[in-house]
Each structure stands twice: as C-alpha cells, then as structure tokens.
C-alpha cells in the first residue's frame, strides 16, 4: 500500500516545570514546623519547614558563655600586660583561646540555619511531604518549588538513538491520562553527556502554553527523525532482513529489496518490488521457494 512513512525514535519520559527546585534537610533531625503551603506562592528566601534545633542552640549557648568567660580573662590579662605584671606571651594566648572560640560561635550560628528551609527560589510550592513529629532525613525532598508554566518532558533516550535525534524536531506523546489524544511537543534541548551506566542521553522537550499534561505525569515519546510521504510500505511482519516473499501464479518467490524507513507495523520499501506485488505477511519461515500458495479461506 501506499502512505507516510515515518522513522521515530522512542522513548519515555516525565512532565516537569522547565524552572523549579528541590528542597532537602542536611540534617537527621525532627520537623517541628511546615508551612502547609502546598499549592500557593512563595518568595525566595520564604520559611518553608523547621527542624528541632534545641541540642544546637543549647551547645551555642554553651559557647557564647565560654566566650565570655575567655574575653573577661583576655581584658584581665591586657591590663595586667599593660601593668608588666604578665607577659606579652600569656596575652597571645589568651587572644588566640578568644579568637578561636569566637570561630566556633560563628561556624555553629552558620550550622543553625540548615536547621531553616528556606524556598531556594521564587514560584510555587508544586508539592509538600512529611509531617509535623516526623524525622527528616538527609536529602528527602520534602519540597518543590518552581513555576507550573512552561512545561517539558524529560525523557531519556538510548545512547544509539540519540545521533538521530536534533534540537527543534517535532514529537508526539502519549498520556494514559489522555488515551484518546495525540500531544505534541519539540526536541529543545540535549545533554552534551550521557549516562554510561545506563546508556541513554537526557533529552528535553518543550510542551505547548496550552498542553493538557500535568506535572509528574509519565509518556511514551515518539520523536519524528523523518517523514516519507507517499511511500510504498509492505507489513513489518513480512520481511526478514531485506527479503521478503511474494505470490506469483499461484507459487511463493522470494525477493530481495532495498529497505527505507523502518516502523513498528509497516517498512518502506525503496526498490525490489512493484506496487502490485502481492505479499506474504508474516514472513513464512516454513515455505521454500517455489511452494504453492493459496489464499485462505480460498
């Protein structure tokens, strides 16, 4: 038969927001606070979630009352130096002991702010775990924050692929949210550097303003290398390699053909065979050359 062959290169992907952030605790420790803000608007910098900080503020307490007691014993010492009553020696060491304490303070201050999550940027909360009581912990998204417009879909697509694969083709998606619908989307961007444990390449493409896909939704991508329009195709099923079998009079003859596009159902065929051939499909594995065909139910 005669129609549009297509050579696709698949793959399966998820819809994600094209700027967004994950939120992680660095620490092992209890939540005693969360916004419950899932669904609405942040600014960068918003207070998101705390953590049980009192074992930290209480060895910050320790240390400032440490650092107390060394400046009171630092300013005793300078005005005995200043009296040549002690030495300069003694001096040195009473500012280092401070100085090294006052480091302490400001390291331990620095660690208190992991107890605060914080939005890493502007947008919405696109989605809240964990709980008030519960531990969180280290690198559990607790949350997502970005914007939900634009769209992409992250997809990735094995390492033979992907030479065939170039920034702006066209593609079409299929949703198990949307069984009935073909969507479309474009190649926009390509990792320079794939994954060589699992041999695929990340491959971005961009949705339209108007896309019915939800964010964290997965779909079958198919992205069009090339179209061929008006082509001979012959079943897919029918061929083995470049050959193929035809009925002439009645008898089974088999033929060599130049092969084009390949697709799941239907194969171009670029040479090898006329338009009013008629085919075996599947490829008859059992039948010699010569054998006698009939139609069945003939």
Same mark, same amino acid.
């Given at each position: 038969m005669r129609g549009d062959a297509a050579e696709i290169v698949y793959a399966t992907g998820v819809v994600e927001p094209r700027t967004w952030a994950k939120v992680t605790p660095l620490l092992r420790e209890r %939540?005693?606070? &969360?916004?419950?803000?899932? @669904?609405?608007?942040?600014?960068?910098?918003?207070? &998101?979630?705390? &953590?049980?900080?009192r074992q930290a503020q209480a060895s910050l307490s320790e240390l400032r009352a440490r650092q107390r007691f060394l400046r009171a014993d630092y300013e005793r010492v300078a005005t005995l130096v200043e009296r040549r009553v002690a030495s300069e020696q003694a001096l040195d060491r009473a500012r280092s002991e401070?100085?090294?304490?006052?480091?302490? +303070?400001?390291?331990?201050?620095?660690?208190?702010? !992991?107890?605060?999550l914080r939005a890493p940027v502007s947008g919405v909360v696109l989605r809240q775990d964990g709980e008030v009581g519960e531990v969180a912990e280290p690198g559990t998204v607790l949350f997502w924050v970005g914007e939900p417009r634009p769209l992409l879909v992250e997809a990735d697509v094995n390492e033979e692929d992907i030479p065939r694969v170039a920034? @702006?083709?066209?593609?079409?998606?299929?949703?198990?949210?949307?069984p009935d619908r073909i969507l479309e989307a474009r190649v926009d961007s390509i990792t320079p550097k794939g994954d060589p444990v699992a041999k695929t390449y990340r491959v971005r493409l961009a949705?339209?303003?108007?896309?019915?896909?939800? +964010? @964290?939704?997965?779909?079958?991508?198919?992205?069009?290398?090339?179209?061929?329009?008006?082509a001979l195709l012959v079943p897919t099923s029918a061929l083995r390699g470049a050959s193929l079998f035809v009925v002439e009079d009645g008898v089974a003859r088999r033929?060599?053909? !130049?092969?084009? %596009?390949?697709?799941?159902?239907? !194969?171009q065929i670029l040479s090898g065979l006329d338009e009013t051939a008629r085919v075996l499909a599947p490829f008859p594995e059992d039948i010699a050359e010569g054998a006698a065909v009939r139609e069945r139910g003939g």
């Open positions: %939540i005693v606070e &969360l916004c419950n803000c899932e @669904g609405e608007a942040v600014e960068k910098g918003a207070v &998101l979630a705390r &953590l049980d900080d401070l100085s090294q304490i006052e480091a302490l +303070i400001a390291g331990q201050e620095t660690r208190l702010e !992991t107890y605060v920034m @702006g083709q066209r593609a079409v998606l299929k949703a198990d949210a949307f949705l339209p303003e108007d896309t019915p896909l939800l +964010i @964290g939704m997965t779909v079958e991508v198919n992205v069009i290398v090339q179209v061929s329009a008006n033929r060599d053909v !130049t092969v084009g %596009i390949r697709g799941a159902r239907n !194969t």
